[in-house]
């Protein structure tokens, strides 16, 4: 071969080389820019959802709420595929936000079975970054669910799902509500201190509100509720459960009585009431409701 002629092809091949350098350099540096944007959104999201740093006002939550499942979303779409952890994580706290938003503050209908859809949705999808969850569900959803390892994605499903089959009574009826059971009941197994023990809390008041054909247990309800006050004493809502759907449909008075005291004496202690701000704001509402339908000594 002519010099040249060489040193023109070794030319072109330097700069064949020196091209892919910077194209794998730009692609590295874009690569690293979309890392720092998913990573801002995270935390953005993060620091809005906190219900705990600083005062409590429930009202203005809200607000807050709606931006954390906001950038959640918008962070959830700059996560890769592969980027498991970070997806579960997202895809959680979406589902866990949509249902909060639905609970706490949606009034219309339609409104809060969109928000149950979309978190039941979230959890599903959170389920099924799990290769051996996909797997299972191709014979069964149901044995799926009851042998899934992401506690949250589970226990958020069950949450959302409940929820959401309040507006679907034939999906509930023909199979529904027992996936909620089987939900909660594999929550209770993988993470029974979740959330001040809230698997217990959730199976005890699905059981108790169920009717038994369905399979409500006012029995194992009580039980399963004061196992999640074994847990967390700070958590209100297990004594607004015990006295509104057990003691109250009982006519149990004096039973009544003694768990609204103990919720009303609970949210009278700064330190245990805002260990749990939302929840416990929600359930003090309740407290205050149940006790002008029938007033107790305190």
Not at 28 to 45: K, R
Not at 50 to 66: I, M, V
Not at 97 to 107: I, K, Q, R
Request: charged share 20%; aromatic share 10%; glycine share 6%.
């Amino acid at each position: 071969m002519p010099r040249r002629l060489t040193v023109v092809v070794l030319c072109a091949v330097l700069l064949s080389i020196s091209g892919l350098a910077q194209q794998s350099l730009a692609q590295q540096s874009l690569a690293q820019q979309s890392l720092v944007q998913q990573s801002d959104l995270i935390n953005s999201a993060d620091a809005s959802f906190d219900r705990w740093s600083g005062d409590f006002s429930f009202p203005a939550y809200e607000a807050q709420l709606r931006e954390a499942i906001t950038l959640y979303e918008e962070a959830l779409s700059t996560v890769p595929p592969d980027a498991v952890q970070t997806r579960s994580y997202v895809l959680d706290r979406l589902a866990q936000g949509y249902f909060e938003l639905g609970m706490a503050y949606l009034t219309d209908r339609g409104e809060q079975e969109e928000a149950y859809g979309k978190g039941k949705d979230y959890a599903l999808a959170s389920l099924r970054l799990d290769p051996a969850f996909v797997e299972t569900e191709k014979q069964s959803f149901r044995a799926a669910l009851s042998s899934a390892h992401d506690a949250l994605a589970v226990f958020w499903y069950g949450n959302n799902l409940g929820r959401y089959l309040n507006f679907h009574m034939m999906t509930a009826l023909s199979g529904g509500m027992k996936d909620v059971q089987a939900a909660f009941e594999r929550a209770l197994e993988l993470d029974p201190t979740y959330l001040g023990g809230a698997p217990w809390r959730s199976l005890g008041s699905f059981l108790a509100q169920v009717p038994a054909f369905m399979g409500g247990d006012k029995d194992r309800a009580r039980a399963a509720l004061e196992s999640a006050i074994k847990i967390d004493p700070s958590f209100i809502e297990n004594y607004v459960d015990i006295a509104d759907y057990i003691a109250r449909p009982a006519k149990d008075w004096p039973a009544f009585c003694d768990e609204i005291n103990t919720a009303l004496a609970v949210g009278a202690d700064d330190s245990k009431a805002a260990k749990w701000p939302l929840y416990n704001a929600l359930a003090l509402q309740r407290v205050h409701d149940l006790a002008a339908d029938h007033p107790c000594e305190n």
